[in-house]
């Protein structure tokens, strides 16, 4: 036997008591066949036994679909119907023919409430805080994993809050301001670690609470504020060195409507004029008009979400609109080109917001 | 032109050190030429100064220049059900793992080299795939076409074969073949109820009913 042919190691040794994933095959191998299995199948998967289950939950199965560039992303709307009931849609753009399903059940706690929060952070989707006419502002918070298919409740936040302004950066969620809170929160940011599943507080005194909007962009959460005169200006916070920075004032037009990252870029719907995507161009800080939708295509009041280079446009009963930024770019100020879907819902819903996660 | 042939051998783990003229004895197969040297005799012996590495080196070069010269060099494989499997170095060296012995030289005094996980008839088929896909095909449409059409003809087996290749391709290192089975075998789930999934790979359903029920619950919204 030649002694120095052992470049690669032997197979390990399975443990008695492990249950291969596949008999015959090592796990290893067998999570680099499951992981080419498409994102619309992993239901089926998390049925066949436990140990696949288990698998479609655990880290090694997305840094394996990670690894080969096979991950998919899917969109989750938040909407209310008319009856004020909250449900939750999901949209895969893979799908050959584009369809809102609706979500199973969303915890029932969470059913008539309003002025929640919904966060994306990883696989994980979060309603935060909320009242209703039965309780008032509340410090519930229910996690959705994407990944194994189930909500449930984690960590409270350190006060309760309703109609209340939350950002997304990096793997922490930063949310302040709104309404119920303890006097105590009022100049305080309360910031959910995802991975500890913990809450801190940070006392700022440069918190002013008359934000009317914020937004996560580019590692900092932007926020316009409007004084009670009635005029309006934008800053920027920057968690990691705890500052803030003034910004042109023309940033404030973003309140005009929804706005989304893509590709790095910061778009915003402007639906005052008829319905027009604006960019915003950082050399000369001003909305620059990226194209114009064409008039009846969308149904405002509008929720914006960004896959790739591709911005979607989700309107009132999920119709909704995709526009590929990239293709769209090289003509600009013209009609904007994209294909279009009209749902038909049992009911009729609006958005509240829509997220998308990576799988 | 057969790039693999199997022979028996008489002692199983024993390596033999070759000698060219015992190797004419035993297996008929066309004399190795040393490229280097001018002696072209047929029974030209092997100087003991070239390793291996060098020899398999030079015909890969000379293998992909004129292949009317036929300098080809063969690799002597051991498998693990104990049959010898002769290939030709260019096809061999598809598998990174050889390619690497042979460029660093592993396989130490002796010209077989031991394949303890792969049996003989797996590391036919691997060499198969191999040899086909030696062509690039780089942009190249008809050859692609062709490529993909050998690919679906060729993966298409039962489904221990399929283990056979998927383990043989990933301890041999040659990618490509361990891509086409990986999906392969990701084709034969998709599409399936876990009921079926379940026959096809011999699982056992090991969920209680309290948990099969959940999960069923949990997942029932995607299944409508």
């Not at chain 1, 089926?44 to 698998?55: F, G, Q, T, Y």
């Not at chain 1, 705890?242 to 023309?250: G, K, M, P, T, V």
């Not at chain 1, 929804?258 to 161009?281: K, Q």
Request: aromatic content about 6%; overall charge negative; hydrophobic content about 35%.
């Amino acid at each position: 036997m030649s002694s120095s042919r052992n470049i690669r190691a032997e197979y390990d040794q399975t443990p008695q008591h492990h249950i291969p994933l596949i008999h015959s095959l090592s796990d290893d191998l067998a999570i680099l066949c499951l992981s080419r299995v498409p994102r619309k199948y992993h239901h089926v998967l998390r049925c066949v036994s436990k140990s696949w289950r288990a698998l479609l939950c655990s880290e090694d199965w997305l840094s394996c679909r990670s690894r080969q560039n096979l991950t998919e992303t899917w969109i989750y709307a938040m909407c209310v119907s008319k009856d004020r009931v909250n449900c939750c849609y999901v949209l895969d753009p893979n799908a050959l023919s584009l369809n809102w399903k609706l979500l199973g059940p969303i915890p029932p706690q969470c059913i008539r409430r309003e002025g929640m929060s919904f966060e994306a952070l990883g696989r994980k989707l979060f309603l935060f805080g909320g009242c209703s006419c039965h309780e008032k502002a509340t410090d519930e918070v229910y996690c959705y994993d994407a990944c194994a298919g189930k909500w449930e409740e984690v960590a409270r936040m350190p006060t309760g809050r309703c109609y209340f302004l939350s950002a997304a950066l990096g793997d922490k969620i930063y949310v302040t301001g709104g309404l119920g809170l303890s006097s105590v929160a009022l100049s305080c940011w309360d910031i959910y670690d995802c991975r500890l599943n913990e809450w801190s507080s940070h006392q700022d005194p440069s918190l002013i609470p008359d934000i009317v909007k914020s937004f996560a962009f580019e590692g900092k959460v932007y926020t316009v504020h409007s004084t009670w005169v009635d005029r309006q200006y934008a800053r920027a916070y920057d968690p990691s060195s705890r500052s803030w920075e003034d910004l042109s004032r023309q940033m404030t037009s973003c309140c005009h409507g929804p706005t989304v990252v893509s590709s790095g870029i910061l778009h915003m719907l402007d639906e005052t004029h008829g319905t027009r995507l604006m960019t915003w161009e950082k050399e000369n800080e001003e909305w620059v008009l990226l194209g114009r939708l064409a008039q009846g295509l969308t149904n405002p009041p509008c929720q914006l979400v960004a896959v790739g280079s591709c911005v979607y446009v989700v309107g009132h009963n999920l119709s909704t609109v995709v526009v590929d930024t990239e293709i769209n770019g090289a003509r600009p100020e013209g009609v904007l080109v994209g294909s279009s879907l009209a749902p038909k819902l049992g009911s009729d819903v609006s958005v509240m917001s829509c997220k998308a996660v990576t799988i | 032109m057969a790039a693999v042939t199997e022979t028996e051998s008489v002692e199983k783990k024993k390596n033999r050190l070759m000698n060219s003229s015992e190797e004419e004895v035993a297996v008929e197969k066309p004399p190795v030429i040393n490229p280097m040297s001018e002696d072209d005799s047929a029974g030209a012996a092997i100087p003991v100064g070239n390793s291996l590495s060098d020899q398999v080196m030079a015909a890969a070069i000379s293998e992909t220049g004129e292949t009317e010269e036929s300098e080809k060099k063969n690799l002597r494989l051991m498998s693990s059900d104990g049959k010898e499997v002769v290939v030709e170095a260019a096809v061999a060296m598809k598998s990174q793992l050889i390619r690497q012995m042979i460029e660093a030289d592993c396989a130490g005094g002796s010209d077989v080299i031991n394949i303890p996980n792969v049996t003989a008839a797996a590391l036919s088929l691997i060499f198969r795939y191999c040899e086909k896909h030696l062509v690039d095909g780089d942009g190249d449409k008809a050859i692609t076409d062709d490529l993909k059409s050998f690919d679906e003809d060729f993966i298409s087996v039962d489904l221990d074969t399929l283990y056979d290749l998927l383990m043989g391709s990933n301890y041999l290192d040659v990618k490509g073949l361990l891509d086409l089975a990986c999906q392969k075998v990701a084709d034969l789930i998709k599409g399936k109820s876990p009921d079926e999934i379940r026959r096809i790979f011999n699982i056992e359903k090991d969920f209680s009913p309290e948990e099969e029920e959940e999960v069923n619950k949990e997942n029932k919204w995607a299944f409508e």
